[in-house]
């Protein structure tokens, strides 16, 4: 976890202190198990890690310390000396201690204390003093994302919204807060990031509720992290998620202009209207309790002085740790809709979550049932006054929208296609291979085109060699085997096309007859579509014309 002497970690101007008000440390457990957990501080807040694999970095968590107690998931531990005394009767004995007291050290101009940077008690693991060294804040205003962890297509994503934002939405600071794992623990890799566009780099510590995650892999459990952008020295913040595209000359200063707390309104349980873009949402809305803001884009205000801010994260932490909560797939968006009043919201323009035209039924009885089944899905469906093979549609669509967001974690990730030559081959197989059942109307097709055009355009401009070239060549090599495989170690194959495939499924039996012959048992979800847009002559134009009227309430605006 810590590198190197005591001396060798600590900061400029800091002094080795044997206070007891610090508990960073590696800790062994006097239960043995040869279980060795590392707790890292920062500020009040403490997170406990395992050093040796004894446990899962998914089941890493985050708790307090304040007055020599550490309170964690409902258990509360003592620090006394060299020991942590738990609730349950297990001692922890210090192996080894950095205890390092870190201020914000500046190289330049002086520093109000509400400017102050909240930083972590210790040199994270590849970083230098050096590059903690961080100017204060030159704007009011600025641009947020969170990157941790180890997997490279995160890291060109980073890259290319740093990109974006430095081209296109110039005026706010660009902040990148750096979390746990290889990337931001290689410093060439934190020099492609400033070249590329962040002009800060700040390390945070992790802040995990796996209890909070419901997802069998706990692909969320540290989502919570990215909340350290309350605790940014800013009056005005606009927190990004890296899988986001800006498209050209879009300037995303803009959204400064929408009060805070505001995102996009999310509610599986809702298909109405919502207020226009920049209103509050209404109170009726957020009685539904599966609402909640889209992460993708958020506007948050963080509190004016650091203590405040501080204070407000360790209760946030305090709440999350409290058994109040139930686990969901969206833990931190429920969190923050249940956590602050007065939301608003942004448009779905500003956060575009690409989805597909048609998509595979599920519960489908019927040729009818399935044909309804599959558009209803669609992100056509919250169009109704159009119709759904329009092409207007897909042009304002196309004009409008100013924010690409790939979220999810089907085979429409954009570093998927980086073995395609160029953007326009991407553009050409995505619409008429890969895509063709799926996106007719050639949206996804677009999105991924133009995020591989910026891509391109960012390497044109970057000094060979470097990290983001290496990491692009690694994913390029990855790319096709992705794109065909769940997982890279496990194929599968379509029943009708014969071919690897991401999407390949089993085919619900009742959808199987519904298909027609020849059956088949496992298929892609092009096929599928495909063959269901054979059968769809048998559907009568009365019955789409029923389906466009119970589509008739749905907005636009819930995607």
Known sequence: MFEGSIE????????VTEQEDVVDGIYDDSWGCCFASVITQMGSLVHISSLNGSWDSSLDVTGTFENNRIKILGKTGTLMGMRIRWSNGA?????GRCPVEVEAMYRRGPVLPDQVWVLPAVCPRGWST?????????QEECFAALLHGDKPEFFVYACVLGYCLRTYSFGPDRV???????ICADPAMRASLRSAGWDYL????????????KSKTKRHASVFTKLHALCLPYDRVLLLDLDLLPRRETNLQKLFAVPAPAGKYSCS?????????GDLIACELQECNNWSPNAGVLRLDPLPTRKEREMQLVQIVNELNDGDHIPTYLPEQYYLAWRFDGWRHIDHVWNWELGFERTVPKHAVTLHEAVVESIEHGWTSFFPEFDIHSSCLIAMVLRDVRVWHYSGTDDTQPWMFLDCVNATAVKTFAAHVWFAARDPGGVLATALAEWRETLDELMANTREPCALSSAVKDLRARAARCRCRYNEWCACVCDACGEERYSV????DQLVWVLGIPRFQWACAECIIKRLQMQEYKVTAASLAELRKRSRSRSPRVL
């Open 91 to 95: 001692v922890w004995t210090r192996r």
């Open 8 to 15: 060798e970690n600590q900061l400029p101007g800091c002094t």
């Open 202 to 213: 700040l390390p945070v510590m992790l802040i995990s509720a796996p209890h909070l995650d």
């Open 505 to 508: 499924q089993r085919v619900p």
């Open 176 to 182: 990148l807060m750096c979390g746990p794992g290889a």
């Open 269 to 277: 349980q809702y298909s109405g209207p919502v207020q226009p873009h």
């Open 130 to 138: 050096h590059d903690i060294e961080l100017a204060p804040p030159i």
